[in-house]
């Protein structure tokens, strides 16, 4: 992930400006699902959460300045303890790579780690099939990108350790660093959508991973995946709950032989793989269901980001095919921002 910096936050405003907002908080839902969205009960789930809004955000311009009396003056902390959080991200702007993913000791830990132990515990490859079956026929709701961006901006990633941050800014944040690094006009297109496929929640239920709401529990939507219907690497984030998969003890997705690995032919290719599912499948899906003219290189981006054992940790080689490398190699300065 990257960060806003500071000297940007002035596009903040143009891209939401007071009276755009103003005319989202009168505005009328248009259908049912979006009442949904803005609807979030208070239970005790609420503890695992901290959702935030656009609304407290837009204000960010009058309060730059506090950002940077904080910069001039490191000490300052009644400065920093009155920034809200994309300002203290925005201050943050020089983190090292080394400390974003960090799932030992963030202080959102406790969440993250929930979220893996459930989410490993229930992604199996029948559950898979569940998801596809419900979530592909793409008739529950008709709404514009807007509206998908609205049903976000209260939906805070439970399996991100590194931001509490709704997922709307997320999405600004990696479309302006996609921007910032020089990348065509398509990949930026790309970051600013990549993490819609969150929206599946509004349609969740607690078989599903989700309540239909914008806060936890989320495994069956988020996370980091990998690929079903084969042994699990242990190069996943919280390898210590492979063993609580129920795939784990079904010898078909585990056995190896020269030219298999689980129920996959060797060389079978990226696009017969079926991963844990989540956002990325949901989102591609969907695009691809409405004909989407995203080349071929931004679709991968979208649909395998959040499989950082493919990406990242040199997983399923052997089950690729031609040209399913280069696609990756391609993207994976661009999988870096994507989380
Ligand atoms: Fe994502
Ligand atoms: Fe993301």
């Known amino acids: 992930m990257s960060s806003l910096h500071l000297q940007q936050l002035d596009e903040l405003d143009e891209l939401f400006p007071s009276s755009a907002l103003d005319q989202i908080q009168q505005k009328e839902p248009t259908c049912s699902i979006r009442k949904r969205a803005a609807s979030v009960e208070t239970t005790d789930l609420d503890k695992l959460s901290r959702p935030s809004t656009l609304e407290q955000h837009v ?5 730059a ?3 940077e009396q904080y910069l001039i003056d490191p000490d300052s902390q009644q400065a920093w303890q009155q920034l809200g959080d994309l300002e203290k991200v925005s201050v943050n702007v ?4 080394e400390e974003f993913r960090n799932y030992k000791d963030s202080s959102r830990q406790d969440i993250v780690e929930l979220h893996y132990k459930m989410m490993r515990k229930n992604q199996s490859f029948s559950k898979v099939a569940y998801f596809e079956k419900k979530y592909h026929s793409f008739d529950k709701c008709e709404m514009t990108i807007w509206e998908a961006f609205e049903a976000l901006k209260g939906y805070v990633d439970s399996s991100d350790p590194d931001s509490e941050l709704p997922n709307l800014e997320h999405m600004l944040q990696t479309a302006e660093a996609i921007r910032e690094a020089g990348h065509p006009d398509w990949m930026i297109l790309c970051g600013l959508i990549h993490d819609m496929g969150k929206i599946m ?3 969740g239920t607690a078989e599903d991973g989700q309540i239909g709401r914008a806060d936890f529990p989320q495994w069956g939507l988020g996370g980091d995946t990998w690929v079903v219907g084969c042994p699990i690497p242990s190069t996943v984030v919280f390898p210590e709950y492979n063993s609580l998969n129920s795939d784990e003890n079904i010898s078909k997705y585990q056995t190896i032989t020269d030219n298999t690995i689980g129920i996959y032919e060797k060389g079978c290719g ?3 793989l079926k991963f844990a599912y989540g956002h990325d499948e949901y989102l591609y899906q969907l695009l691809k269901y409405n004909k989407t003219t995203i080349p071929t290189e931004g679709l991968a981006m979208i649909r395998y980001h959040s499989c950082y054992p493919l990406h990242q940790c040199n ?5 690729l095919e031609p040209g399913d490398e280069q696609l990756l190699g391609k993207n994976i300065c661009c999988c870096c921002f994507l989380m």
């Open 59 to 63: 204000t960010i311009n009058s309060r």
């Open 65 to 67: 300045k506090m950002a």
């Open 94 to 97: 020089g983190k090292a790579m």
């Open 201 to 203: 929640y509004l349609w």
């Open 270 to 272: 990226l696009k017969n």
């Open 315 to 319: 997983e399923y080689k052997e089950l």
